[in-house]
């Protein structure tokens, strides 16, 4: 049988790394590319996040109304939509005024759309 001596060779704990000047450039363009790549996707989440809301943003004029004592989004719905669905003006209503609740309390303030 043959024996086999592995000696194991002492580490380096205070090797130093020195980069050339080629590997500091090298160090660079991956630094600046790898900034570079994260503000485009940071720029291109928010450009679409406001491209995709814009597409909903309506052209539709609205006007400012008091609501009366007794009205309901329901019956403002009614008289806005004619023979169509009342529940999409009900929507509609809710989004365009940013409303929490489908309740309304007399005096206050709505915008409703002005249509022929």
């Given at each position: 049988?043959?024996?086999?001596?592995i000696h194991?060779?002492?580490?380096?704990?205070?090797?130093?790394?020195?980069?050339?000047?080629?590997?500091?450039?090298?160090?660079?363009?991956?630094?600046?590319?790898?900034?570079?790549?994260?503000?485009?996707?940071?720029?291109?989440?928010?450009?679409?996040?406001?491209?995709?809301?814009?597409?909903?943003?309506?052209?539709?004029?609205?006007?400012?109304?008091?609501?009366?004592?007794?009205?309901?989004?329901?019956?403002?719905?009614?008289?806005?939509?004619?023979?169509?669905?009342?529940?999409?003006?009900?929507?509609?209503?809710?989004?365009?005024?940013?409303?929490?609740?489908?309740?309304?309390?007399?005096?206050?303030?709505?915008?409703?759309?002005?249509?022929?």
């Amino acid at each position: 049988m043959t024996t086999i001596a592995i000696h194991p060779s002492p580490l380096r704990s205070n090797a130093q790394v020195r980069l050339t000047p080629r590997g500091r450039a090298v160090a660079r363009v991956a630094v600046v590319a790898s900034l570079s790549i994260l503000l485009l996707a940071c720029f291109s989440l928010f450009s679409g996040a406001t491209a995709g809301s814009s597409e909903s943003i309506s052209t539709t004029p609205y006007v400012k109304i008091t609501v009366k004592p007794g009205e309901t989004l329901w019956s403002i719905a009614a008289g806005l939509s004619g023979s169509g669905d009342k529940r999409d003006m009900v929507d509609e209503l809710i989004e365009v005024n940013r409303l929490n609740s489908p309740e309304l309390v007399a005096g206050q303030k709505i915008y409703i759309p002005t249509r022929p």
